[in-house]
């Protein structure tokens, strides 16, 4: 029998990792040889789920045609957020949420997606399809994998499907999803471990905006407090990098995930444009934006207009 | 509510106009508003089976961008053998048994494709997936097209799933499989109809082997015997096109679909070569060949090394 291996994308998040972990076992369930492996080391909050629910992260593997397998693909499908040698291999499943793209087979094959928030929703559902007992530990990590895409159901991507998949598992595993989520959601952005300097490198991306140089960096976390309580050694770090790098302004959105809402704390100048781009003032440092938390979509795009 | 466009392939055959049906049927079911479509009219077995079941053939589109609507495929994901105009719809649905290629979504979707012989042998599983009761009708489509596709279960490509679906629905349906399935499969193959010239030209292609230019044709049938029968006029209609248009020999396909065999009836000259080509003897004009019923993967390969 042809060994199948399970993996989900490139950079891994909790549904990558548990989509991969479950499928496998899925698989095996049906009679099948399967292996879950992975193309990167779990975040911390997926290392939270692991540990929680007992489970090992699976083998990374940066190549797979040495290995004498076919594939499964779960949480994505596109070549570019695959493996490195994904040209080489047999897909024989794919299980997705995602648009489909750059993605092509010589055969037919089994591929399963819909327009659900997460992987592992769909996982819930072909295991009552095909009568398959689902255990406590799978059934955690399916509650998890719900739990991060969805961030606690909070998520426009989220449906009643990943809601209701969601909940019963959370019965299965005999955990309260609400705390449960909240704590592993925490675990993922733990900003106590980081020094200023990693919370303010850690996502920084500069900006060239008309003359003007602006440095934009984000921070998630899930209790605003905890990171403004932290004002004067970040804002420390900022005004240091401004000096280093001829930055005319540092903004740092701390966006909280669960409220959907960022504190932009701005270090350096160009205030008065900042202020106009959002309509919003800046007070004591902070412009409070509630609604916010795409850097991409909600803090380019108008700054870019205004300068 | 946003209207579902459902259709199958061009050239439509049985599984391409019944899934497509089928699957509008079934979003009705959930409270969606489709409407199957096709991309050509039934062919004589389907229309044998869309008579049998007494429904009416859907009605045939060139483009839909026109109709405000979004679309479901169903047999086949590949643009070329899609609706004209399919880069300016917005694809919600796929139910398939084929490769994945020369496909693309902006949005995620609903795509199901299994490896198995016959879209509606999916359809089936989701019908009973969804626990939606499959009425006496629908599942008299579903046989229909899982005998079409796997040439009454002798296809390679049929699995033990296309059986056991096909089975369920006869017995909903209230058909004994194996003598509808054949009365459908003779109605796709009625000879009985078409003129000698037709049945001769109808799918015959012109081979350059070597310096020899030949002629290939092919009729499918249930029956040897009725073609057979109908021996003098064939070779009449055969002669008149090699003095017509200088082919040196031709050579008609009487392929047995069910028996997967077929009587190669050769008129003209180059007898040695193709008698050496396929290692078996021209008796009385005919040629015996069991096991063959692929003019390009059984016929030309053999002739073209010979020559």
Redesign the interface.
């Known amino acids: 029998m042809t060994k199948i291996k399970v993996f989900g994308h490139r950079n891994p998040d909790t549904d990558a990792i548990s989509s991969a972990i479950i499928f496998a076992h899925y698989l095996n369930e049906q009679g099948k040889d399967a292996e879950a492996v992975a193309l990167g080391a779990p975040n911390e909050e997926t290392q939270y789920a692991l540990d929680y629910f007992k489970f090992d992260a699976p083998r990374i593997v940066e190549t797979l045609a040495n290995e004498d397998c076919e594939v499964a693909l779960t949480d994505h499908n596109e070549r570019q957020q695959s493996i490195e040698d994904i040209d080489q291999l047999t897909v024989r499943y794919v299980i997705d ?19 659900v928030g997460c992987t592992c929703t769909i996982l819930y559902k072909m295991y009552k ?1 095909a009568g398959i007992d689902i255990p406590q530990n799978i059934a955690g990590l399916m509650a998890s994998a719900i739990c991060s895409d969805s961030l606690l159901f909070k998520s426009p991507t989220c449906t009643h499907e990943d809601v209701d998949a969601a909940k019963a598992c959370a019965e299965i595993a005999g955990i309260d999803i609400k705390k449960y989520g909240l704590d592993m959601l925490k675990a993922g952005t733990n900003v106590k471990s980081k020094t200023a300097a990693q919370l303010v490198n850690a996502d920084a991306k500069t900006f060239d905006m008309g003359e003007h140089k602006v440095r934009v960096g984000q921070v998630n976390c899930v209790d605003l407090n905890e990171l403004k309580s932290r004002k004067a050694e970040l804002v420390d770090e900022m005004t240091k990098q401004n000096e280093e790098n001829g930055f005319e302004s540092f903004l740092l959105m701390l966006t909280n995930i669960l409220t959907k809402e960022t504190a932009l704390l701005v270090v350096g100048g160009l205030h008065p444009e900042i202020e106009k781009a959002f309509e919003h003032t800046i007070e004591d440092d902070f412009m409070s934006l509630p609604g916010v938390v795409s850097r991409k979509k909600q803090i380019i795009p108008p700054l870019s207009k205004q300068f």
Chains 1, 2 share one sequence.
């Not at 949420?97 to 327009?115: S, V």
């Open positions: 949420h995602h648009r489909i793209a750059n993605f092509e087979t010589d055969e037919p094959l089994y591929y399963r997606a819909e327009p399809e």
